[in-house]
């Protein structure tokens, strides 16, 4: 089992950045990969952007490509996501996700979640 802990989020102005971290602990931070996902309220959880165990791959969510951009620290057992350019639609609580396996990309891929942390985007 993986143990997840978000760090980075809270309120910024529309267009402004905010970067979230996410320190990992209880398996080997290198063998699985990451995710981070959003849940609006009334809304269900979605899916926004994953990284594979190396850091090679990326996927991301259309309606923040070319705005986040999600890497992984090995040595530090950390996964980020730099969101630039944000929206007030993109206010939720930010999750982060380890992974079953080396790459993971839909909810049903990830075994392990952090408690959630708060990014509001005003107008």
């Known amino acids: 089992q993986v143990q997840l802990v978000e760090s980075g989020g809270g309120l910024v102005q529309a267009g402004g950045s905010l970067r979230l971290s996410c320190a990992a602990s209880g398996r080997t931070f290198s063998s699985y990969g990451m995710g981070w996902f959003r849940q609006a309220p009334g809304k269900q959880r979605e899916f926004v952007a994953s990284?594979?165990?190396?850091?090679?791959?990326?996927h991301y969510t259309d309606s923040v490509k070319g705005r986040f951009t999600i890497s992984r620290d090995n040595a530090k057992n950390t996964v980020y996501l730099q969101m630039n350019s944000l929206k007030p639609e993109d206010t939720a609580i930010y999750y982060c996700a380890a992974a079953r396996t080396a790459y993971g990309a839909t909810y049903g891929s990830f075994g392990s979640w952090g408690q959630g942390i708060q990014v509001t985007v005003s107008s």
């Open positions: 990284i594979s165990s190396s850091g090679s791959s990326t």
